[in-house]
T-cell receptor, first 116, second 111 residues
Framework: EAGVAQSPRYKIIEKRQSVAFWCNPISGHATLYWYQQILGQGPKLLIQFQNNGVVDDSQLPKDRFSAERLKGVDSTLKIQPAKLEDSAVYLC??????????????FGSGTRLTVV | KNQVEQSPQSLIILEGKNCTLQCNYTVSPFSNLRWYKQDTGRGPVSLTIMTFSENTKSNGRYTATLDADTKQSSLHITASQLSDSASYICVVTSGYSTLTFGKGTMLLVSP
């Protein structure tokens, strides 16, 4: 089974620039998550999709972050404009159902963003 | 407020030795608890998952325990290997799908 694919692996941008990350979940996984992981901390949920609908985006800084999941498969996360504090690893995860019981989450390798 | 606390923050052990990582949580309602291994620069990979009724779960050299009464979990690593060097994250699911992550324990296995 192919895993969760993310690209790019690394990105360095200047503050106030824009950046986009892409995620391709495991085939058939209806639930997709974007997490932000700052160095030394656990991942923080940014947004959760169920198919192409948003389930939870309460922690997404909507003034600068946006995400979409067209057609309920691939997803993109965009930051515009970026700030220095956005430097982090952005993880995408997917699950067959929303994390209930024995169904686990599969994480991608993440995109490491450095804002200078 | 749901919280997951992990200890120690970091740990260095010699190759071949055993170690135990701790996870204390205040999460309600509890659904399940997972331990993840996260190699540097990689996404987390699931090691074990335990529901309320399970006390212990093994995955090779990794053994997780859960005490739902005291809301504590531990991850025991036996006969450590250099490849065990990673961050170990405790994640508790509450309700239907809310995840609460610990900050992780950074383990370094030294030759």
């Amino acid at each position: 089974e192919a895993g969760v694919a993310q690209s790019p692996r690394y990105k360095i941008i200047e503050k106030r620039q824009s950046v986009a990350f892409w995620c391709n979940p495991i085939s058939g996984h209806a639930t997709l998550y974007w997490y932000q992981q700052i160095l030394g901390q656990g991942p923080k949920l940014l947004i959760q999709f169920q198919n192409n609908g948003v389930v939870d985006d309460s922690q997404l800084p909507k003034d600068r972050f946006s995400a979409e999941r067209l057609k309920g498969v691939d997803s993109t996360l965009k930051i515009q404009p970026a700030k220095l504090e956005d430097s982090a690893v952005y993880l995408c995860a997917s699950s067959l159902v929303p994390g209930q019981g024995l169904y686990g989450y599969t994480f991608g390798s993440g995109t490491r963003l450095t804002v200078v | 407020k749901n919280q997951v606390e992990q200890s120690p923050q970091s740990l260095i052990i010699l190759e071949g030795k055993n170690c135990t990582l701790q996870c204390n949580y205040t999460v309600s309602p509890f659904s399940n608890l997972r331990w993840y291994k996260q190699d540097t620069g990689r996404g987390p990979v699931s090691l074990t998952i335990m529901t309320f009724s399970e006390n212990t779960k093994s995955n090779g050299r990794y053994t997780a325990t859960l005490d739902a009464d005291t809301k504590q979990s531990s991850l025991h690593i036996t006969a450590s290997q250099l490849s065990d060097s990673a961050s170990y994250i405790c994640v508790v699911t509450s309700g239907y799908s809310t995840l609460t992550f610990g900050k992780g324990t950074m383990l370094l296995v030294s030759p």
